[in-house]
């Protein structure tokens, strides 16, 4: 079975600053794809970023953008220019393959709370 | 085109009560996820159904909890003689049934069992 784990259960950071949030993951599969999902306090799942394992380019999102590590099994998510409304919950997520049939099935991180100051 | 909708937002039960959750997925999505997010954790999934089946059930309980997804009508969640370590968010996401598209959730049943 995968396995997310996310080690930093808070983070905080300056308006207009970067931060990066750390995600590790477990699994013997080789195709399988990564995300990473923002809950804000309305507790609605906001897709952020995506990541197909089989794609060397990381992937960028206007101010988001991941480095993923495929041999460490490391996907961190990088925040620039940090603004008031990126204050939420961001959790990592791990899917495999739709090969094996497990659909859109997510293996979620247990989050990091990330706050922004002024 | 509507989200993923669930309701209730919000449901209290009474410990033995059952509770009943509903999230109809997005138009022309037949893949329905469950997701159960205790308090300061992260989603658990716990069932994946397509039309009138069920696909994967690993992350159900064994006991108290079923899930169904009809033909016609919303997907429901049920759990029977609802404890206190029921109380959580539950979480509904959808997909459509093609192969690179990711799912979408909606805004979650926060169930508070009294």
């Known amino acids: 079975a995968q396995t997310v784990t996310q080690s930093q259960p808070e983070m905080s950071v300056q308006e207009a600053e970067t931060v990066t949030l750390s995600c590790t993951y477990d699994t013997s599969e080789s195709d399988y794809y990564l995300f990473w999902y923002k809950q804000p306090p309305s507790r609605q799942m906001i897709l952020v970023i995506r990541q197909e394992a089989y794609k060397q380019q990381n992937a960028t999102e206007n101010r988001f953008s991941v480095n993923f590590q495929k041999a460490a099994k490391s996907f961190s998510l990088k925040i620039s220019d940090s603004q008031l409304g990126d204050a939420a919950m961001y959790f990592c997520a791990y899917r495999s393959s739709i090969l094996t049939g497990g659909g859109n099935k997510l293996t979620f991180g247990t989050g990091t709370q990330l706050k922004v100051e002024l | 085109n509507a989200g993923v909708m669930q309701n209730p937002r919000h449901l209290v039960r009474r410990r033995g009560q059952e509770a009943r959750l509903r999230c109809s997925p997005m138009?022309?999505?037949?893949?329905v996820y469950w997701y159960r997010q205790l308090p300061e954790e992260g989603l658990k999934f716990m069932v994946y159904l397509q039309k009138e089946n069920i696909i994967d059930e690993s992350g159900m309980p064994k006991e108290r909890f079923s899930a169904e997804f009809p033909k016609e009508g919303p997907s429901i969640l049920r759990i029977q003689q609802v404890v206190r370590g029921d109380s959580a968010a539950y979480f509904c996401?959808?997909?459509?049934?093609?192969?690179?598209?990711?799912?979408?959730f909606g805004q979650g049943t926060r169930l508070t069992v009294v």
């Open positions: 138009k022309g999505h037949s893949h």
């Open positions: 996401a959808s997909s459509p049934p093609t192969r690179y598209t990711e799912a979408f």
